[in-house]
């Protein structure tokens, strides 16, 4: 089943997220029901229940899971990853991947039965979908899969709130200590096109290290040269330094 959804992904490119959707609910279905063996989909008891102004889903406990999925969020993504990031352009997608994930999984947790292992199978559709329309650095893509599991432990988890805090905790813990210049210091990378191309020969790196860090006003330790067009007499190299992005 697995190998099919790689297939559907790979013939559509991972361009339409209502594919993703499609088979997220899939593999949910197919997740609950053995090989082999059909099962009946049970009707409402009572139609009026059905289509009755009675809230049973979002009691107490799901606003309490969902504030500690919210603030979870807010000191990972406004906290962390835009202090070092100053990205404005992933916000809506870690916060609305977040909140996508937490409400489903937690209305079908609380009505169908859904399991923690199909949860994380729900997890690795959206592992194999990916984003095909553009290059996303590591890093983002981290980032992705953090609100991802943020979302999951906080509507899934059948420990107390207490439980769910520490688990919580650990994770923004840990990014803030990879992030936050405590560890380690964070690398960014830009990549530019380059026209002294004499100074690109190894035996000259010094020389062209000094000469990025005059141009771009960064502080470049390491280069990595990509391609060199010697007909426009330019280079693609990246630049690797220590410090904020500009």
Known sequence: MLHRFRQVIRSTGGRNIMVGVFLLLSA???????????????????????????????????????????????????????????????FFTFFMFNLVIFIITTLLNSSSGFSIGAAFGLFAIFALLRYRTEDIAARDMTYLFMSITIGLISSINQGSVLEILIVNGI????????????????????????????????????ELLED??????????????RRIDYLRDIAVIKIYYHGGPD
Do not use: C, W
């Open 171 to 206: 994770i923004l813990a840990a990014a803030f200590l990879i992030e936050g210049n405590i560890l380690i210091r964070p690398e960014f990378v830009k990549t530019v096109e380059y026209e002294n191309v004499e100074l690109i020969r190894p035996d000259r790196r010094p």
């Open 28 to 90: 949910t279905v197919f997740a609950q029901m053995p090989f082999g063996v059909e099962e009946e989909i049970e009707a409402p008891k009572e139609l009026a229940d059905f289509f009755s102004l009675t809230v049973t889903q979002f009691d107490f406990v799901f606003v309490t899971r969902l504030v500690i999925n919210l603030v979870s969020m807010i000191l990972l993504i406004r906290f962390v990853y835009y202090r070092v990031a100053r990205r404005h352009d992933f």
């Open 212 to 225: 990025l860090r005059m141009r771009t006003g960064l502080p470049v330790h390491k280069v990595d040269v």
